[in-house]
């Protein structure tokens, strides 16, 4: 079993930013690929950024240029920098570890809001 908490959200100011992490604790695996997804009310969960155990990145369009994923294996950890916050980039963010099976946390809220 795998155990994922999230932490960093909270309310900022457009243009502000926030740094998410998400700590992995339990059978975790030494090949995994650690993603961030996000979800807003009324619409679906959708893919903000994956890292693969080699550091390789990807990012969803709407995110390109202003967030950045990154992990540190010795910690179990991967984080998200946000910067550059938009109103439309408020959402519940829930990070995933995937080896291959699927593990969630349970979410941290993100309101951009003036």
């Known amino acids: 079993q795998v155990q994922l908490v999230e932490s960093g959200g909270g309310l900022v100011q457009p243009g502000g930013s926030l740094r998410l992490s998400c700590a992995a604790s339990?059978?975790?695996?030494?090949?995994?690929?650690m993603d961030w997804y996000r979800q807003a009310p009324g619409k679906q969960r959708e893919l903000v950024a994956t890292?693969?155990?080699?550091?390789?990145?990807s990012y969803a369009d709407s995110v390109k240029g202003r967030f950045t994923i990154s992990r540190d294996n010795a910690k179990n950890t991967v984080y998200l920098q946000m910067n550059s916050l938009k109103p439309e980039d408020s959402a519940v963010y829930f990070c995933s570890l995937s080896n291959p099976y699927v593990y969630w946390g349970q979410g941290t809220q993100v309101i951009v809001s003036s």
């Open positions: 890292i693969n155990n080699g550091g390789s990145t």
């Open positions: 339990g059978t975790i695996g030494i090949i995994y690929v």
